[in-house]
């Protein structure tokens, strides 16, 4: 498979009023069209630092990316973002927020007709078809972020980005968004790369799990590859070793290789807290 997205040796030092930090450290990371590639590590990674470089929000201190063959300097419609927040305009119904996001892209190469058409493909895509005229408070937290989906899609990008999109929803929600995303992946064979925090999550839609080291100066740790069959279920995947395995190497990797010692102050600290508490209560 041939390299889409080029991530070359990424250094983000940050300005502070303790002075220059250094937030990444010599990322090098390859994507291939059609990858689904999820980031994984400790709160303080760099996780979305990274995501926010190749969206172009940010500019690498040293390094750069390049996404198929043009080097990446600004934001642009060829890299869509979903966050954990959905973003919608709350005076807009759902149609109207996708068609924000339409006319931007493609207003001046399709016709009222052919918009129409494409708003409406996207948001069947991702089940929101029948609620296409309903304004955000109107709908639940997981329909909103279908919608946040639907608008990323519909911008028709090279690399869709998604900082912890189902974080802030239910277990069950977040159970039938993975679902809905596996399906849509499948059919447009798109290139997704994910920041998450849940290691089920990660194996269940991956083909390459990143594993970041912890910060300051955080890199790329591991490389973890996902050579489970698609489709995938998740009930059969429950009882199937191999996606056990992969589970407890991630496992292994952020609570092992990278475990985050808390420091002795703090401990201290709260050691004496609990002593007090206890003679308090007694």
Not at 227 to 245: F, G, I, K, V
Not at 252 to 264: A, D, G, M, N, S
């Amino acid at each position: 498979m041939s390299t889409l997205l080029d991530i070359s040796h990424i250094d983000m030092v940050f300005d502070t009023p303790k002075g220059p930090f250094t937030a990444l450290k010599g990322v090098d990371l390859k994507i291939a069209q059609g990858e689904f590639v999820s980031l994984i590590g400790h709160s303080g990674c760099g996780k979305s630092t990274v995501l926010n470089i190749v969206a172009g929000l940010l500019q690498a201190s040293s390094g750069g990316v390049i996404l198929n063959g043009r080097e990446v300097s600004e934001p642009g419609p060829d890299r869509a973002v979903v966050f954990q927040n959905h973003s919608l305009l709350p005076w807009l119904t759902a149609y109207q927020n996708v068609e924000l996001a339409v006319k931007q892209v493609f207003g001046r190469s399709k016709t009222k007709a052919e918009i129409k058409n494409w708003i409406e493909h996207n948001l069947q895509l991702v089940h929101m078809d029948h609620a296409m005229h309903k304004r955000p408070d109107e709908i639940s937290g997981g329909m909103k972020q279908r919608v946040g989906i639907a608008r990323a899609l519909a911008m028709q990008p090279e690399i869709l980005l998604m900082d912890e999109p189902f974080g802030a929803l239910d277990a069950l929600t977040r159970a039938h968004m993975q679902d809905s995303l596996m399906e849509i992946q499948q059919e447009l064979n798109n290139t997704v790369i994910m920041i998450t925090h849940d290691v089920d999550e990660a194996v269940l839609l991956s083909d390459r799990i990143v594993m970041m080291s912890n910060g300051p100066a955080a890199t790329v740790g591991e490389i973890l590859e996902i050579n489970l069959e698609r489709p995938r279920d998740r009930l059969e995947l429950a009882q199937d070793t191999e996606y056990t395995r992969l589970r407890s190497e991630v496992l292994k990797f952020l609570y092992e290789k990278q475990r985050k010692v808390e420091p002795i102050a703090k401990s201290r600290a709260k050691k004496k807290l609990e002593e007090s508490r206890q003679h308090e209560a007694a």
